[in-house]
Structures are given as C-alpha cells and as structure tokens.
C-alpha cells in the first residue's frame, strides 16, 4: 500500500471504463472529504478500513472492497451493459462511469449488510456481548458506528 492508496486488478470492469470513456477513470472507496470519523481511536476510515481491508495480528481479514468487487464484477459489467444499452436505445444522457460508481458502491454496501456475502469470519463472542450492552447491533461486522460504512464513496475524474 503506497501513500494509502490500495490498488486492485479489476481487468473486467477496466474493460467497461475503456469502452465507455478512456480519458476518464472511475475510483471507489474513501476519500478525504469522508475520511474523519467521530468514534474510536482516533483513527481515519482509511486506517481502519486498511486493518479489515488486509487484516493485523488482532483483527482478521475483512476486505470490504477488493472481494466484493472482484466476487461481483461479472454482475455490475452485465448490469452497467444493460442500463449503457437501454440509454442508447431511448436516448437517456446519463454519466455511465458516475452510473458504475453507483454500482459499485451498491454492491460493497451490499457486503456489509450480509457479512461479506457470508464470507467474513464471524465476530468473537466477546466482541457480539460488548456491542449488544452497548446497545448496537451485536453482529453486525465491521459496523460498529457506520462510519466506516458511509465512508465508501465514488467518483469519476481524469486519468492520473
């Protein structure tokens, strides 16, 4: 990871941007304007989302981007298709790359409302009475205030 930025081989949703617009590039994740949160440890999203994102010796692996992308990418290239197909055929301007943004980040919000599509290792007994007491939703992963979950955010702009 440089300068906090992870980088992933998403080859088919790459294929889309090309063929929708190559000048422009499509990021999702957390940036600046949602990195502060209110509650912890006085960390960023980012620095937490980094310990789950690639794991630690204390907190298992929990990617909240990578897989979910990767694990779905085949379904958001067949329904960006569909919608790019659509707007040609009834004429409809709409960003395509913001409408992939969209899509993506429907789907890794899809990933913390099911645990990682199932995948994520479950909360330590511990960790589920902590969160109960204090009145959240004890098994809910990786959602302890949401900060980390409202963080994720696109945006299109030019290739760097």
């Known amino acids: 990871m440089k300068n906090g930025i992870v980088k992933s081989d998403l080859t088919g949703l790459n294929n889309l941007v090309r063929a929708l617009d190559d000048k422009r590039i499509v ?49 958001i290239v067949r329904k960006l298709t569909g919608i790019v197909k659509d707007m040609v055929e009834t004429g409809t301007k709409q960003d395509p790359l913001t409408l992939l943004g969209i899509e993506c980040e429907a789907v890794i919000l899809d990933a913390f409302d099911s645990g990682g599509f199932g995948q994520w290792k479950a909360l330590a007994p511990s960790t589920v009475r902590r969160k109960s007491r204090a009145g959240k939703r004890g098994d809910a992963i990786l959602i302890e205030w949401g900060e980390l979950r409202r963080a994720i955010a696109s945006k299109v702009g030019p290739k760097e």
């Open 27 to 75: 990021k999702v994740g957390i940036f600046g304007e949602k990195n502060q949160r209110n509650h912890g440890v006085g960390k960023t999203n980012a620095e937490v989302g980094a310990v789950h994102e690639f794991g630690s010796s204390t907190v298992p692996r929990r990617s909240f981007l990578r897989m979910p992308l990767h694990q779905k990418s085949d379904d």
